[in-house]
């Protein structure tokens, strides 16, 4: 199964780059032989059949709950931020890596306020780390929800588009976030500068990707959204 994954997510970005950014013959060709590499070194190299091990002060590190719930309040004005107490104990389930019981507290508190937009939002980010980063159908109508609400949209786009990258979807995640920024009000200007900051930053980042010496430089990305 690791075979056949790595030369799938081989095989995407060179569909991606070929039929979506249209990158260049002489650039997609060096892409192309970049990737052939990079696949006989994991031949060479990798082991995947050996079982995983944590990796050195990987326990010292941070939990994802405790970092969603700083990374969502910095995402939303503190004007709209949640009254629910209930948030306080499912954020503290989510630090441990109980998000089961964490999704648990948060269900009753929707049903019972569906216009509690960080509610929805902490609800989905949970829902994303108890399927191990992926984005599940019912993530995907937490985040929905959470979007409907004008103090949280800005945050749940951007939520939203960070499932999505850990998913591989990188254009997926760059048109959420460009329609987030679009669909934002005037007066969400903190979070949607931040939410602007960081989808220059991944233009930034696919443009260099793609960018091969002595080729012609790919086509331009089109520049976000003005705030």
Known sequence: MSWLAVILLAALA?????LVLRVPRGALLTLATVLTLGLAGYALQASP????????????????????????R????????????????????AARGDYR??????????AQDPADGEAWLTLANTLVEHADGLLTPPARYAYT?????????????????????????????????????AAAPADGEG????????????????????RQPGSQDPPALPPPPAP
Do not use: H, K
């Open 74 to 93: 910095e995402m939303i004005d503190s004007a709209d931020w949640s009254m629910a107490r209930a948030l306080i104990t499912a954020d503290a389930f």
């Open 145 to 181: 929800q959470a979007g409907r609400q004008d103090g949280t949209a800005v945050a749940a786009g951007y939520f939203l588009g960070l499932a999505q990258l850990r998913g591989g979807d990188i254009i997926g995640a760059r048109e959420t976030w460009q329609t987030t920024l």
């Open 14 to 18: 060179l569909a991606i780059a070929a």
């Open 101 to 110: 019981t964490a999704a648990g507290l948060l269900r009753p508190t929707v």
């Open 49 to 72: 059949d050996v079982p995983a091990a944590p990796a050195a002060g990987a326990a010292a590190q941070p939990v994802p709950g405790l970092a969603w719930r700083e990374l969502r």
């Open 191 to 210: 979070p949607r500068a931040l939410l602007t900051v960081r989808l220059a930053r991944l233009d930034e980042l696919l443009a260099r990707a793609l």
